[in-house]
T-cell receptor, first 115, second 117 residues
Framework: AQSVTQLDSQVPVFEEAPVELRCNYSSSVSVYLFWYVQYPNQGLQLLLKYLSGSTLVKGINGFEAEFNKSQTSFHLRKPSVHISDTAEYFCAVSDVYNQGGKLIFGQGTELSVKP | EAGVVQSPRYKIIEKKQPVAFWCNPISGHNTLYWYLQNLGQGPELLIRYENEEAVDDSQLPKDRFSAERLKGVDSTLKIQPAELGDSAVYLC???????????????FGPGTRLTVT
């Protein structure tokens, strides 16, 4: 069964510093990869997705992620964070052979941006 | 464009009572998902609908949980009777998936926070 591991449960960082949120997945089959953000008391919002093509994916709010098939990783990065980036971030994977199928989520990483 | 709508946003009930959650997906989205999110964890799929058909309900505890999506639009998730361990956030999501056009993006509602006392 597929699984997603987010290596850091909490990441504190100062404003304007760079940040990397790490994500590894277990599946050996072809996958689609996603990063979602969840602000307090809100639903999840898609930041970016990797379906195929370039392994460097750019998303909203200045975030980007790089798909590394050999390391089964999909780490999320931002060169300079803002206070407003404080939220919970979830990495998710979907099996390409399960069209429209379920997402398997990681446990989440709480990003806390301090002034 | 209106997003996924869920109600109620918050619900507090005593154990053994029934509870129902309602979801209205984005117009035109044929696929609807119900997820369970426990505190400090990622969402876990309970059930997925393609139009009116439940195509994946393998994670739905069928002894106490039920769901329906009449007419392939709105959906209701019910728990009867509720247990203390059911306290969580119940998220609804929708997407547009077809043989030739899949967005692979699920749009989430704000969720219903259930507290069972």
């Amino acid at each position: 069964a597929q699984s997603v591991t987010q290596l850091d449960s909490q990441v504190p960082v100062f404003e304007e510093a760079p940040v990397e949120l790490r994500c590894n997945y277990s599946s050996s089959v072809s996958v689609y990869l996603f990063w979602y953000v969840q602000y307090p008391n809100q639903g999840l919002q898609l930041l970016l997705k990797y379906l195929s093509g370039s392994t460097l994916v750019k998303g909203i709010n200045g975030f980007e992620a790089e798909f590394n098939k050999s390391q089964t990783s999909f780490h999320l990065r931002k060169p300079s964070v803002h206070i407003s980036d404080t939220a919970e971030y979830f990495c998710a994977v979907s099996d390409v052979y399960n069209q429209g199928g379920k997402l398997i989520f990681g446990q989440g990483t709480e990003l806390s941006v301090k002034p | 464009e209106a997003g996924v709508v869920q109600s109620p946003r918050y619900k507090i009930i005593e154990k053994k009572q029934p509870v129902a959650f309602w979801c209205n997906p984005i117009s035109g989205h044929n696929t609807l998902y119900w997820y369970l999110q426990n505190l400090g964890q990622g969402p876990e799929l309970l059930i997925r609908y393609e139009n009116e058909e439940a195509v994946d309900d393998s994670q739905l505890p069928k002894d106490r949980f039920s769901a329906e999506r009449l007419k392939g639009v709105d959906s209701t998730l019910k728990i009867q009777p509720a247990e203390l361990g059911d306290s969580a956030v119940y998220l609804c999501a929708s997407s547009h998936n077809s043989g030739t056009s899949n967005s692979y993006e699920q749009y989430f509602g704000p969720g219903t926070r259930l507290t069972v006392t």
